[in-house]
């Protein structure tokens, strides 16, 4: 190290799991340069995280990489039809059409987003995202293990052990992003305040390869929920099978008691768990893996301590439950590798990367309480058929035939089944929690108009909308060669939008004087042009503005501020909102 002013890179990144590698390929992407390490010798060795909701697939199709996700994950026709069972062999207790595949919520996904949902397991996503940071010139430090860091008023030294020669070495940057994980040492090191429960409950997770087609591939789905004795204990709520790929790699979940010693996985051990499970004691079976893991309810409420940041697990530890878990830290990623861009280019002040926090700090609380709220929602299935903590598998064949029999009790336990299994809806078809986080920060100008009311459940139902703060929201357009393309392909791209329509011509006036004096490459585009014509008026329904309105869409597709008609001072009053929300005084 020559210098305090002198760098090896801009941002190194700590951990390559779907916030590391989402935030590695980001800055790359805009041409930041990056150094992701992993203390690993490549990538996720087990499937952990792999539902892919359309939010995250809209920001790896902003990234050109959602082609390579579909061509590797499991479609939403083989994922959503959830079972409640006793076995895989066993009777049934339910079914729930779920991630938007049901008939009444089909449409609402699609008119969503110009996306859908996949099953991609970390194995397949995190080299998809690795490869191509790489390809696009950030640099992968593998077998590199994270010591410490020192932070000054000028950027960061990080200190790592290379796991191949095993000596030291430290690299500086401006700054750093630990995306470490649950045990993240960067978010220790740079005193994160963390929130909330550690160690709520045991699980176990047993990754097998069997044939279970004969048993799953008439009802098609990622998620098989078991009831068995003791599934109430620890664990995400139920036992679980899940499908890794359809239908001969799976993994299972199983819960223990936190309270005693852990206990001991081995092969024998995981494999009468798998054939218990499945219900078939002759399976022919193979153990790849088994390990342990806690269910944590934690939150970080800080997200920044100077010129060090923490995304994805290290700054929300959660179950599985609801999938939100790489989804939101892929999202962290996306909301923090532009502003780092843009404070790094010299286009934004210091102040900017304070909103990262302010933004996604609450979306991690929620997302955090979501999840654990849907592990405890599990109990009232249970209630419904009469199982206690310690009921044996003839107390729950009893409890089933009860809801089952042709009586006054049995009628009354089959609605309170029916309305325990449609709580889960909060977890499977979560589309508000999905899509709707709205963001209120310095890098959002508010324009005092109240939301539109409405009756509809916000974590069940997705509300599109343009209010600053909400993501702009989707609308198919026809492109030049008559084509769809969604509002969203029109904007992000690591650039600024101007966004408009035919009469909007004094916005795109304004974009092109404002984008020279701020030295900013602002897009412009007004909805109506032969390039973005609103063939199907669906833009003119959504877009909350006058056609000679305006959005200022953020690169990550954030509405920043709006005009809902034209103005005189176009320039002076764009200039003065971009002024504001880059920290440009």
């Known amino acids: 190290m020559s210098s305090q002013l002198s760098y090896d890179t801009d941002v190194i990144v700590i951990g390559s799991g779907p916030a590391g590698g989402s935030a590695a390929l980001l800055l790359a992407t805009y041409g930041v340069p990056a150094v992701l390490a992993t203390k690993y010798g490549w990538m996720a060795n087990t499937p952990r995280a792999h539902i892919t909701n359309q939010r995250t697939m809209e920001v790896f199709r902003d990234l050109g990489v959602e082609d390579k996700a579909l061509a590797v994950g499991t479609p939403p026709d083989l994922m959503g039809d959830t079972v409640l069972c006793t076995s895989l062999t066993g009777p049934e207790i339910g079914r729930i059409a779920s991630w938007g595949t049901g008939p009444s919520s089909a449409s609402e996904y699609t008119a969503a987003s110009p996306c859908h949902m996949i099953d991609l397991p970390q194995t397949y996503l995190e080299p998809i995202l690795a490869s191509e940071a790489a390809a696009r010139g950030a640099k992968l430090r593998l ?56 160690g709520k409950a045991g699980s176990m997770n047993i990754t097998f390869t069997a044939d279970l087609a004969p048993y799953v591939a008439h009802r098609p789905s ?13 664990g995400i709520g139920m036992g679980l099978v899940r499908m890794v790929r359809p239908w001969n790699e799976w993994l299972l979940t199983w819960g223990y008691d936190i309270e005693q010693a852990p206990p001991e996985v081995d092969v024998e051990e995981a494999t009468r768990l798998v054939r218990d499970l499945v219900g078939d004691p002759d399976l022919d079976v193979e153990i790849t893996s088994t390990s342990l893991w806690t269910v944590n309810h934690n939150y970080a409420t800080e997200y920044r301590n100077g010129r060090v ?277």
């Open 143 to 198: 077998d590199t293990e994270f010591l410490d860091f020192t932070q000054d008023t000028d950027g960061v030294t990080v200190r790592f052990r290379d796991r191949v020669r095993g000596d030291e070495f430290s690299l500086r940057a401006k700054y750093l992003i630990g995306a470490d994980g649950a045990r993240s040492r960067v978010a220790e090191l740079a005193g994160l305040p963390i929130a909330g429960q550690t």
């Open 222 to 234: 990622v998620l098989y929920w078991v009831m068995r004795p003791g599934a109430h204990l620890g």
């Open 309 to 585: 940041f923490c995304a994805g697990d290290a700054v929300h530890r959660h179950p599985p439950s609801n999938g939100l878990g790489s989804n939101t830290s892929v999202q962290d990623a996306y909301n923090l590798a532009w502003k780092l861009a843009m404070v790094v280019r010299g286009e934004a002040g210091e102040g900017l990367l304070d909103s990262y926090t302010a933004e996604r700090a609450p979306v991690g609380k929620q997302i955090v309480d979501r999840a654990n709220l849907s592990r405890d929602q599990f109990g009232p299935i249970f209630a419904a058929l009469g199982i206690a903590g310690d009921t044996d598998s003839d107390g729950i064949t009893a409890g089933l035939e009860t809801c089952l029999a042709p009586t006054p009790e049995g009628a009354s336990k089959r609605r309170e089944l029916e309305k325990a299994i449609e709580l889960k809806h909060y977890e499977f078809n979560a589309h508000g929690v999905e899509m709707d986080q709205r963001y209120v920060s310095g890098a959002v100008l508010p324009d005092g108009v109240a939301p539109a009311a409405s009756d509809r459940d916000p974590e069940l139902f997705h509300r599109p909308s343009t209010e600053p703060g909400a993501k702009l929201p989707h609308a198919w357009l026809v492109g030049p060669h008559g084509r769809r393309v969604s509002t969203l392909d029109v904007v992000g791209g690591g650039r600024w939008t101007v966004l408009t329509g035919l009469t909007g011509t004094a916005w795109g006036d304004a974009a092109a004087k404002v984008g020279a004096e701020l030295g900013l490459d602002l897009r412009t585009v007004r909805v109506g042009d032969p390039e973005v014509r609103d063939a199907y008026g669906g833009w003119s329904r959504l877009s909350g503005i006058a056609e000679d309105g305006c959005l200022l869409v953020r690169p990550d597709g954030y509405i920043a501020w709006r005009s809902t008609t034209s103005s005189p001072t176009a320039v002076p009053t764009l200039l003065a909102a971009l002024r504001d929300l880059l920290d440009r005084p």
